[in-house]
């Protein structure tokens, strides 16, 4: 399933970057796409998330009344939940949505040259093989061969002139050594396979998106873009404290009401999610760190937009 979702990213990513010609930005632009196409899901979370916490008085109330009997307490939640026209799962599908499209993303930008450029196995083999025969036997990353591969062919397009150079030089000793006559037509073989169309220009304001953190210890500029995630994240997680706590006043107001799932949900997500991205950035990809940096400004963006407009407008509508 989650080959199919990076198939179809990776189609749409593509077209993006056919216009823009820059892989930085087309995962920009495809990161604000997407988060339009999500907008409809998102304001329905988040309506769906307020309405639950109104509901907390309601749910404790019935938790006080039926506490020794656990099957008409079930009962009488379930029949509270079916009149308010609301899930008490209803906060997992957020989640659920979250690492699919970790994992989309994730399995996207390691392997660009399959989900993006259309490549069958056979053809990155192909190209495995000549990188290893031309470069040695570590010159293609057992972890993100395609990275390996797309670094050699941005190489060898970008360095295309001093290569027609050595072709000249080499012509010449054609007619010097067989030997040398056979290995100069298994190189123009090679570059007959490197076609320009799966050039990847992955360099983005002086950092290279094909780069990866751990790998790359000694360049300081590969954790800029996971650093400026951290960053993001850590006002990300300060705007969902402040409506926790803004949330927790009013239980105690309300009796203390406990928090139900969504809620319960929604707060695990709040750390695990951005644990999990940063860890995963250090050891992949930084076109995957860029997209997550772009997508934790856009939600922070879309929270305050839902929150101080959409929803207040529709509480409004219901009272």
């Given amino acids: 399933m989650i080959s199919f979702f990076s198939n179809i990213f990776g189609y749409v990513l593509n077209i993006i970057y056919e216009i823009v010609k820059n892989y930085g930005l087309a995962i920009i ?49 379930m029949d509270l939940y079916k009149r308010e026209n609301l899930s008490p799962f209803s906060g997992c599908l957020s989640s659920i949505v979250q690492i699919i499209l970790l994992l989309a993303m994730f399995y996207l930008v390691s392997k660009p040259l399959t ?123 300060k705007m969902t404290q402040v409506q926790t706590k803004k949330k927790d006043q009013k239980d105690e107001e309300n009796k203390n009401a406990e928090p139900d799932m969504t809620e319960q949900m929604n707060k695990s997500m709040t750390w695990m999610m951005p644990i999990l991205a940063v860890s995963v950035s250090l050891v992949a990809p930084l076109g995957l760190a860029l997209y997550w940096l772009v997508n934790n400004i856009l939600m922070i963006i879309e929270r305050i937009v839902i929150d101080k407009f959409i929803v207040p407008k529709e509480e409004e509508k219901n009272d």
């Fill in 29 to 77: 632009l495809f990161s604000i796409l997407l988060k339009i196409l999500l907008l409809p899901l998102t304001i329905k979370q988040q309506k769906t998330l307020k309405k639950s916490q109104k509901m907390q008085v309601e749910l404790k109330e019935i938790q006080d009344k039926y506490s020794n009997n656990p099957e008409k307490l079930n009962q009488e939640m």
């Fill in 115 to 237: 989900y993006m450029k259309k490549l069958d196995t056979d053809e990155i083999n192909s190209y495995k093989e000549a990188i290893v025969q031309e470069e040695g036997e570590n010159s293609v990353s057992t972890t993100y061969p395609e990275i390996s591969i797309v670094k050699y062919i941005n190489n060898k397009i970008d360095n295309s002139e001093e290569t027609v150079v050595e072709n000249i030089d080499n012509t010449t000793e054609i007619y010097e050594n067989d030997t040398t006559k056979t290995e100069v037509v298994e190189v123009e073989e090679n570059k007959l396979d490197i076609k320009e169309d799966l050039y990847i220009n992955m360099n983005f304001l002086g950092v290279d998106l094909s780069s990866i953190p751990k790998d790359n210890y000694k360049d300081w500029k590969v954790f800029i873009i996971p650093l400026l995630y951290i960053v993001s994240s850590c006002i990300s997680i």
